[in-house]
């Protein structure tokens, strides 16, 4: 898993082979594979050494796949394509090569960005089906492009699977089994666990509603995303059927609380259904003991999910990932590539252990969209899994990102954050003026503290101090804007008043910009 | 409404006015107009005739926005601030003027999208706010900033604002009162809706669960989305309590089956919630006829949502606008400018004619977000009206399209789709071997057919023509995946066998592209 780089698959000419059907996954990772063999050299790598190099094969590359004839035009040469006699693009077989050798290399060196992605959609240049969808050639820098049913989409669906697959294997999933979605953002892949979890104990609920159910309740840390108590909502279960847990004074969740508190709800007739251990929590950045919530989970029947959507980066890391020890034994797991690993948003994964629930959850077998007398294997039609229908496509940011980062590069990139994030924590754990919100080290890369200015140091503990320590981190933070030189957050938490929480998620900062901060903090507060 | 494009606010330098409390939406809207006559010569306009000029324009008037500072950087001018001296960006006021001096014009004119997409996000350039969050500068070029409060996307969650409010003013909201957001796609935005009106009746639910409610059914057509029944599922409605409508040989809803499923739900002992009327199927393309519905719905007190996913686009169409005729009587609509209009996937908006409900039914009041001690005014965060945390920033195409296009500019779009639409429906409705599903010219651009080999044109009708007809829309469309020519999509519906539905979006067609599709369709299925 780690030391090498995972290569998701290069280039679509190797998807040809995926449309006869019957191939299993497994077969067509030995076609991407074979392909990548052939390949490796001469297209980018994550090897970040090679600088005009690189660019240069990635160019001369590039032209292999005019070649072949899957590429996409920047404006003009839409304009020429579309006054050209020959404008037959093919679906699944990519456009004529008649036209291909029209587009000047110009036209790809503008952006790499956009000539990626014009090489994932193969379906969208046939003709009539850009008469009914395909719009605004802006769509070619926007990475906009949807896909429900593989034919839309084949690159994008193989694609999300094979990711989703290596994310379930460093999950720790054996094989990387099980099942999976991107999803627009953590609430949602939160909303996906609880939904799949209903569905897992109570699949009549589909048909006849919460009714058909016992009085079921979930728990969640009291530190927990507001995003589980969003979930419990609109899922028809309501906020007071989601039972908080005492969490210890980092922020992680008390076990023994979690067991009283599902004594508890049997005692009263309850079922409890469904618990989500936090796997850094957003304030304090903790971790929850998910062994110990697991072996609970077990005992009491109780479906677990991970919510990894702020720390499940930290799998990557091998210094770090202990923080999330026993999260192979979670049924789900949220992880948000674009929170610690920096994907543009939005980039969530709802990981499923088992296969077959997210499609059994939300199947609608639609008719226009999912006919099972296509000419391929439909199953790889993943849109009736999800709760929408068109989907953002957010696999392909990540994909390539991987692709030239590497497992190593996203390692390095959350050492590195987690260590600045422990230079701020011992530049201020004993300076004058600040006061961590809690003891030692943070787990995750959240340094919670308060900046007390000089006026307050010698008040005595109590209610007073108290109000106005509240006052001091919005007025430091409006005076950052004011003056622009910086901001960060604060919050108020259970009953500790305002207090700063600094997050970093961004490898490019520099111990420099920690020292600025602090500094900037005591000069804006000294005088409060 | 018509007759002369709106123009979105202008310039980010237009917002600093945005900071006061208290300023009511008209008066930011004033600040708009000012700052717009100011620069309406020299911005983007939607007047598309400029050609070279209209860029020199457009560069022109970035510079004095670099004197402003308000300006993002491709990767190599990145590189050159990382390593300058005078790193500190200022948030809510942009960067400082020594940095923005030194970008080389050349960097803005490789991309217009992303220069309009730098020019949004005020917040990112402060220091440490990219210590903490910025990543990638591939984030440049692929628009996906995030906001859930004002401080972090100003003028994204501003355009949102008052974007939607000119959607309302074209449904027919009186002054565009009312509510909105954007979601991940039209099956979210129909989530939604069925969320808000649960809210509306029961707003118990929200922390009891569907428990305090007693038998809640909704209805819908027969021909509606299927994202109407996974809401159904997934908020613990259950299917079985979504009543489907029969529908008129068009797939228009029969206003007296709504009327005679109401009362039977009633005599039953169930409470009738919410009723979905379609604007613009997806199959059929037909158009509920809203104001019937609406006086059942008043009648009986329902909530009535409009699906306009699909058609709510021809709400721009002076000529075609009638088929929706009733909406302004919804109290909730869906509409995806990401459909109809062309814009880049995704962007689709619910629309809420009371305000205050989306609210009331998702904000969680998650304190690490929603602080009510910030320095602006925070009806502006708009965060905690989702049930997403972090949002994709879709407003920003539509946006940038309205402002290119003009109201006028998506008018001449549609109208050019249904005139195409209605040439093939033309073409094919009396010719040999076509037949159509339905009688007369399509409502929307959904035109629904069969193809008649030869081979069955003498059958007499019966089982055994329609299992072979059945078959041959599958076939044809695999031979054209096969010879790569073009796609059409097919699917049978209610007791129908497969049949193509060309749908058209893309007012770039020509009518040699439709008659290109009628001769090959015959092509490939002569011999079948």
Same mark, same amino acid.
């Given at each position: 898993m780690f030391g090498k780089c995972f290569h998701p698959p290069d280039s679509p000419s190797s998807y040809l082979g995926f449309l006869q059907k019957n191939n299993n996954l497994e077969e067509r990772s030995r076609i991407v594979s074979s392909f990548k063999e052939r390949t490796a050299k001469n297209l980018l790598s994550c090897d970040n050494s090679g600088g005009e190099a690189r660019f240069r094969r990635t160019e001369s590359d590039f032209s292999n796949l005019y !070649?072949?004839?899957? /590429?996409? %035009?920047c404006s003009s040469c839409w304009r020429s394509w579309k006054s050209s006699p020959a404008t037959s693009g093919r679906p699944l077989t990519g456009l004529p090569r008649s036209w291909t050798s029209t587009i000047p290399t /110009?036209?790809?060196?503008? &952006?790499r960005a956009s000539t990626w992605s014009s090489l994932t959609s193969l379906s969208l240049w046939s003709r009539s089906y850009?008469? &009914?969808?395909?719009? /605004?050639? &802006?769509? /070619? =820098?926007?990475?906009?492009w949807f896909r429900f049913t593989y034919e839309i989409a084949p690159v994008f669906v193989l694609m999300e699977q094979l990711t989703l697959k290596k994310m379930r294997e460093i999950v720790g999933w054996p094989d990387g089994e099980g099942d999976g979605?991107? &999803? $627009?953002?953590? !609430?949602i892949s939160n909303m996906y666990s609880v939904m799949i979890a209903r569905?897992?104990?109570? $699949?009549?609920?589909?048909?006849?509603?919460m009714a058909a159910a016992p009085r079921l309740v979930l728990f969640t840390s009291e530190h927990s995303h507001y995003s589980i108590k969003k979930a419990s909502a609109a899922l028809g279960f309501g906020t007071e059927n989601l039972i908080l847990l005492n969490t210890d004074e980092r922020g992680r969740v008390i076990p023994d609380d979690l067991e009283a508190k599902v004594i508890e709800a049997k005692r009263k007739g309850y079922v409890p259904l469904f618990v989500t251990a936090t796997a850094g929590t957003t304030v304090y950045g903790a971790f929850d003991p998910i062994n110990e919530i697991a072996d609970i989970c077990e005992k009491y029947n109780m479906w677990l999910h991970v919510d990894g959507a702020w720390g499940g980066g930290l799998l990557m890391s091998r210094k770090h990932r202990h923080k999330l020890n026993g999260v192979e034994r979670a049924n789900s797991v949220t992880w948000n590539p674009h929170k610690m690993m920096g994907v543009p948003l939005q980039c969530s994964a709802i990981l499923?252990?088992?296969?077959? =629930?997210?499609?059994?959850?939300n199947s609608m077998c639609a008719g226009y969209l999912f006919q %099972?007398?296509?000419?391929?294997d439909v199953t790889y039609d993943t849109g009736d899994k999800a709760i929408q229908c068109g989907r953002h496509v957010d696999i392909f940011k990540f994909w390539l990102m991987w692709k030239a980062k590497g497992t190593v590069g996203f390692e390095q990139h959350i050492d590195k954050c987690l260590d600045l994030?422990?230079?701020?924590y011992n530049k201020i754990k004993n300076r004058e003026g600040f006061k961590m919100v809690f003891k030692g080290e943070p787990q995750h890369t959240n340094v919670c503290f308060w900046y007390i200015p000089p006026s307050l140091r010698s008040l005595p503990d109590g209610e007073e101090r108290r109000q106005r320590l509240h006052k001091v981190a919005p007025k430091i933070k409006a005076m950052m804007m004011e003056s622009g030189t910086t901001m960060v957050g604060y919050q108020p938490q259970g009953d500790k008043v305002n207090f700063f929480r600094m997050v970093i998620s961004n490898p490019a900062a520099t111990r420099s910009d920690i020292d600025f901060l602090v500094e900037e903090i005591e000069r804006l507060g000294h005088d409060l």
């Amino acid at each position: 898993m780690f030391g090498k780089c995972f290569h998701p698959p290069d280039s679509p000419s190797s998807y040809l082979g995926f449309l006869q059907k019957n191939n299993n996954l497994e077969e067509r990772s030995r076609i991407v594979s074979s392909f990548k063999e052939r390949t490796a050299k001469n297209l980018l790598s994550c090897d970040n050494s090679g600088g005009e190099a690189r660019f240069r094969r990635t160019e001369s590359d590039f032209s292999n796949l005019y !070649a072949r004839g899957r /590429s996409q %035009p920047c404006s003009s040469c839409w304009r020429s394509w579309k006054s050209s006699p020959a404008t037959s693009g093919r679906p699944l077989t990519g456009l004529p090569r008649s036209w291909t050798s029209t587009i000047p290399t /110009s036209c790809w060196r503008a &952006s790499r960005a956009s000539t990626w992605s014009s090489l994932t959609s193969l379906s969208l240049w046939s003709r009539s089906y850009r008469v &009914s969808f395909t719009c /605004s050639s &802006s769509s /070619s =820098l926007l990475l906009v492009w949807f896909r429900f049913t593989y034919e839309i989409a084949p690159v994008f669906v193989l694609m999300e699977q094979l990711t989703l697959k290596k994310m379930r294997e460093i999950v720790g999933w054996p094989d990387g089994e099980g099942d999976g979605i991107f &999803s $627009p953002g953590g !609430a949602i892949s939160n909303m996906y666990s609880v939904m799949i979890a209903r569905y897992k104990f109570f $699949p009549e609920v589909k048909t006849k509603g919460m009714a058909a159910a016992p009085r079921l309740v979930l728990f969640t840390s009291e530190h927990s995303h507001y995003s589980i108590k969003k979930a419990s909502a609109a899922l028809g279960f309501g906020t007071e059927n989601l039972i908080l847990l005492n969490t210890d004074e980092r922020g992680r969740v008390i076990p023994d609380d979690l067991e009283a508190k599902v004594i508890e709800a049997k005692r009263k007739g309850y079922v409890p259904l469904f618990v989500t251990a936090t796997a850094g929590t957003t304030v304090y950045g903790a971790f929850d003991p998910i062994n110990e919530i697991a072996d609970i989970c077990e005992k009491y029947n109780m479906w677990l999910h991970v919510d990894g959507a702020w720390g499940g980066g930290l799998l990557m890391s091998r210094k770090h990932r202990h923080k999330l020890n026993g999260v192979e034994r979670a049924n789900s797991v949220t992880w948000n590539p674009h929170k610690m690993m920096g994907v543009p948003l939005q980039c969530s994964a709802i990981l499923v252990r088992e296969r077959g =629930l997210l499609q059994g959850c939300n199947s609608m077998c639609a008719g226009y969209l999912f006919q %099972p007398d296509k000419q391929y294997d439909v199953t790889y039609d993943t849109g009736d899994k999800a709760i929408q229908c068109g989907r953002h496509v957010d696999i392909f940011k990540f994909w390539l990102m991987w692709k030239a980062k590497g497992t190593v590069g996203f390692e390095q990139h959350i050492d590195k954050c987690l260590d600045l994030s422990a230079y701020l924590y011992n530049k201020i754990k004993n300076r004058e003026g600040f006061k961590m919100v809690f003891k030692g080290e943070p787990q995750h890369t959240n340094v919670c503290f308060w900046y007390i200015p000089p006026s307050l140091r010698s008040l005595p503990d109590g209610e007073e101090r108290r109000q106005r320590l509240h006052k001091v981190a919005p007025k430091i933070k409006a005076m950052m804007m004011e003056s622009g030189t910086t901001m960060v957050g604060y919050q108020p938490q259970g009953d500790k008043v305002n207090f700063f929480r600094m997050v970093i998620s961004n490898p490019a900062a520099t111990r420099s910009d920690i020292d600025f901060l602090v500094e900037e903090i005591e000069r804006l507060g000294h005088d409060l």
